[in-house]
């Protein structure tokens, strides 16, 4: 977690994009290759599934690197549903919502947590969450390639 206006080291900032960027245009590029290599069903599109974060849409103080990352990742999945046809290919950026999780933890070490509380109304129960993003995927009418989808964007069963 950093604020802009505190001295930010590349050698913090590498790793991350590297991580999260970089290594995102190899995997996909391959596994885009191998869907069309093995496009055997053409009634049933191939589907990416990026667990995106509020984060791509939102700024959050202290999480200049994170936000920037995920804003990223979602921009790389939007292109790609652009340049491949949603009968063959479909592009999900799912956000999952605020769940407690190990990265929670790490945030609450290293900041004051009480500004992020703030922030987030209550956690998402991850196996709903699951349950949500396991519906989209059953039924991929139910967004467009390249869509960013919010789990409180789902009505409640």
């Given at each position: 977690a950093e604020y802009m206006g505190e001295?930010?080291?590349?050698?913090?900032?590498?790793?991350d994009i590297h991580t999260n960027i970089t290594s995102l245009f190899s995997l996909n590029s391959k596994f885009i290759s191998l869907c069309k290599e093995i496009?055997?069903?053409?009634h049933i599109?191939?589907?990416?599934?990026q667990i995106s974060s509020l984060a791509a849409i939102k700024p959050f103080k202290r999480w200049s690197v994170y936000c920037?990352?995920?804003?990223?990742?979602?921009?790389?999945?939007c292109v790609i549903s652009q340049e491949n046809d949603p009968k063959f290919l479909k592009v999900l950026n799912y956000a999952p919502g605020p769940?407690?999780?190990q990265m929670f933890e790490r945030i609450k070490?290293?900041?004051?947590?009480?500004?992020?509380?703030?922030?987030?109304d209550h956690f998402v129960d991850t196996n709903?969450?699951?349950?949500?993003l396991v519906e989209l995927i059953l039924n991929p009418n139910l967004f467009n390639s390249g869509d960013h989808i919010d789990f409180f964007d789902l009505g409640k069963k």
């Open positions: 001295e930010i080291s590349s050698s913090r900032v590498i790793p496009n055997n069903n053409p599109p191939h589907l990416i599934i920037a990352v995920k804003s990223a990742r979602d921009m790389i999945h769940m407690d999780t070490e290293s900041e004051n947590i009480s500004e992020k509380k703030n922030e987030i709903e969450s699951a349950k949500r």
